[in-house]
């Protein structure tokens, strides 16, 4: 399944953009073991568990594996990191796996830190509020001094605006002889805000959308076109287990080859679910068409 190399590197139309963008999730902290935690110490502070550090070197080794692994002399990384604590050390571990020659940078970025859930987090409070989300909406419910899933995505988009004007301007990649590859460190709903933001999922998909497991990541590759897709690195089966549906695989394997640019129009959500009394129409028409030749064929004849 993977693209030919020289191809992607040397095509003039996306000879700059990155080769890989690979989402990546923190690994366990003391909140994932005991949500108690959060009501003691502000969620930017919430360290790693032994087992999360240990979790951000394996995730390290497997990084540094598969973007080396076609291209070892030239492959590059360039890193993007949350500001919170335990996105932080995370990162730590996984640069243990580099060389000092593949990192090119560091960014820490605010506009990718966790969703806000208020200040320190009541337990029983925490429990009720979150089976409120639950039947309010993931997406829209706003937490009490908090934000919702659609501020995160609000200020991830700005974000976008400022990572595509840096690769635009070639701020990150210097030399087009070699694999850029961007690393982004965050947190679970900040990391499936950004997808839905870049593929252009509805909120109905993101709904369905399961969470990262702790240091799992997502492998965002160029195609031979200079669209990004899942499906370049990662199987039908585990796309299913993330919660994608038929048609978002689908597109998945549509960007493989689609060039920059274009519009998946088989993709139904973006027409036919506003539009779905088209079809009929269209049938209506069609046949009405058959009807119309029928008649001519018959008359000339």
């Given at each position: 399944m993977k693209q030919d190399q020289h191809?992607?590197?040397?095509?003039?139309?996306?000879?700059?953009?990155?080769k890989r963008i690979i989402l990546v999730?923190?690994?366990?902290?003391?909140?994932?073991l005991d949500t108690a935690a959060y009501t003691t110490t502000p969620d930017n502070k919430i360290?790693?568990?032994?087992?999360?550090?240990?979790?951000?070197?394996?995730?390290?080794?497997h990084l540094r594996d598969l973007i080396t692994e076609s291209n070892t002399k030239n492959s590059r990384v360039y890193f993007y990191v949350s500001p919170y604590q335990r996105t932080r050390s995370t990162l730590r571990e996984i640069g243990r796996s580099f060389e000092r020659e593949k990192i090119i940078g560091v960014r820490e970025e605010c506009r990718i830190r966790e969703q806000d859930f208020g200040n320190f987090q009541v337990?029983?409070?925490?429990?009720a509020i979150k089976e409120t989300r639950e039947k309010f909406g993931r997406f829209f419910y706003r937490f009490p001094e908090g934000e919702s899933a659609a501020d995160v995505f609000d200020r991830v988009s700005s974000f976008l605006e400022s990572l595509w004007r840096d690769i635009d301007m070639n701020r990150l990649h210097k030399d087009p002889s070699s694999d850029l590859n961007l690393v982004i460190v965050s947190h679970g709903?900040?990391?499936?805000?950004?997808?839905?933001?870049?593929?252009?999922?509805?909120?109905?998909?993101?709904?369905?959308?399961?969470n990262f497991g702790n240091?799992?990541?997502?492998?965002?590759?160029?195609?031979?076109?200079?669209?990004?897709?899942?499906?370049?690195?990662?199987t039908d089966e585990e796309m299913q287990e993330w919660g994608f549906s038929p048609e978002m695989i689908a597109d998945q394997k549509w960007?493989?080859?689609?060039?920059?640019?274009?519009?998946?129009?088989?993709?139904?959500?973006?027409?036919?679910s506003f539009f779905d009394h088209l079809n009929s129409d269209l049938d209506k028409e069609t046949d009405d068409k058959a009807d119309d030749s029928s008649s001519i064929c018959e008359y000339s004849t």
């Open positions: 191809q992607i590197r040397f095509h003039p139309h996306h000879h700059h953009l990155p999730r923190h690994g366990e902290s003391e909140g994932n360290q790693l568990t032994p087992l999360g550090l240990a979790q951000g070197r394996t995730a390290g080794n337990t029983e409070r925490m429990k709903l900040t990391c499936r805000v950004f997808l839905m933001k870049w593929f252009k999922w509805t909120v109905e998909q993101f709904e369905h959308l399961n240091c799992e990541f997502r492998v965002m590759e160029l195609g031979e076109g200079g669209e990004y897709s899942l499906a370049i690195h990662h960007r493989m080859g689609a060039n920059r640019g274009d519009w998946n129009e088989s993709c139904p959500w973006y027409f036919d």
